[in-house]
């Protein structure tokens, strides 16, 4: 007969009662990105520095997730973005101000998050894009204005995003205005969808802002954005601050052919309801009306080398006619080079040269704005990124 030992019976006992904690992870990830840039005319000079946002920005963040059972997890991510060459916070000063949000997710659900987020645009259209894949911020479209390289965040928003239907997602963002008495004040809503099948990826996504000086071009600052001030800094459509609407239609495709990816986007930008300076923005030039922009980029991507990639883009942006003024236009180039020393860390190299014609919304001749960097004084500008990069 075996004998038990009362220290045996007693870890048993121990165990049968200790409870079942859920499974959880918590991730520090990030990116280092710094390299020296020339731009042609800064404002009617030549300018030689040190950027920290040519492919994206630097940044660190936490995600984190728990498993609560039944195939649904609590999860989370802050994400925060800063100049590597001084310290200092990007996003105005905002501590967490690339991403900020809780929720739920479920293996056949889908996904319901909850705060500083990224809309449908960004989510649905914006990785078809070369700014998003090699041409990095300089490459993406003049003053950013569909949004496609998520340079605007959407604050106090909840978001959607499905499982993936053999190949098909989707999915939409809401974001409460907060003013008492008017629920559509302030309010930014989006829906988009996505397909992949082998070789072809497409997009396509719909953006609506309402006051978005305030609502949505005046969130990246830790202070608070009032109609009082415009918050666009881009004079592709800084004349553009009394909008009452912001909108955004766009669409995109990559197909992969061997070592090349074929890519085109499309965008319509309108700005609906100009005039409104008591709720959007400052209108010293006393517009009405709507004004809109069309933007189509085309694109090749090319594996030269299992380390090496290069990049070729054409984009074209045109407003229509203001107070029957010649409209403006934006002929934009890039050009890259991309060597990877290993999975985490390459060298890069992004030319964009840009030509600007007509009228600007500012209602001066139109200047070349390249994405991110001090505006030309001229109708050219030209802007060469060296950089080098590390993820972890």
């Known amino acids: 007969m075996k004998r038990t030992s009362t220290a045996g019976v007693l870890a048993l006992l121990a165990t049968a009662a200790s409870p079942v904690f859920a499974q959880s992870s918590l991730t520090l990830y990030g990116m280092i990105d710094e390299g020296p840039e020339y731009n042609s005319n800064a404002g009617g000079k030549q300018l030689y520095n040190l950027t920290t946002a040519a492919q ?28 590597l060459g001084t310290g200092k916070l990007g996003q105005g000063g905002l501590l967490f101000g690339r991403q900020a949000y809780a929720g739920l997710s479920s293996r056949s659900l889908g996904t ?35 949004n496609f390289d998520n340079t605007q965040r959407t604050n106090n928003s909840v978001k959607y995003a499905s499982v993936n239907y053999d190949g098909i997602t989707f999915g939409g963002l809401y974001s409460f205005g ?54 666009i800094t881009s004079p592709v459509y800084s004349g553009y601050a009394s909008a009452n609407t912001y909108q955004v239609i766009g669409a995109g495709a990559n197909y992969t052919i061997g070592a090349a990816t074929l890519g085109a986007t499309y965008s ?16 010293p030039r006393g517009l009405t009306g709507n004004v809109s922009f069309n933007n189509v980029e085309v694109s090749l991507k090319y594996q030269l080398l299992a380390s090496l990639l290069f990049g070729l883009e054409y984009n074209y942006t045109r407003g229509n006619s203001v107070n029957g003024e010649d409209a403006a236009q934006y002929h934009q180039g890039t050009v890259g080079l991309d060597y990877f ?15 600007a014609l007509g009228v600007d919304s500012t209602g001066k001749p139109a200047v070349a704005a390249i994405n991110q960097v001090t505006p030309s004084a001229s109708n050219n500008q030209t802007v060469v990124s060296l950089g080098f990069r590390h993820k972890f």
Do not use: C
């Open 268 to 283: 319509n930008i309108r700005f609906i309801g100009l005039g409104n300076t008591a709720q959007s923005g400052p209108n």
């Open 112 to 146: 319901v998050t909850l705060g500083r987020q990224y809309d449908s645009v960004v989510d649905y259209i914006g990785p078809l894009t070369v700014g998003d894949q090699w041409g990095g911020t300089i490459g993406s479209h003049p003053g950013d204005l569909d």
């Open 341 to 355: 020393l290993s999975k985490r860390t390459d060298v890069y190299l992004v030319g964009v040269y840009q030509h």
């Open 178 to 231: 907060g003013m008492a008495g008017n629920v559509t004040r302030n309010q930014v809503w989006s829906l988009g969808a996505g397909y992949t099948n082998g070789p072809l990826v497409l997009g396509a996504a719909y953006l609506n802002v309402r006051n978005p000086n305030v609502s949505f071009f005046g969130n990246s600052t830790s202070g608070t954005a009032t109609p009082a001030a415009n918050s």
């Open 56 to 83: 994206g920005g630097s940044r660190w963040g936490l995600r984190g997730t728990e498993d609560l059972g039944g195939g649904t997890s609590a999860i989370f991510r802050l994400e925060n973005g800063f100049d």
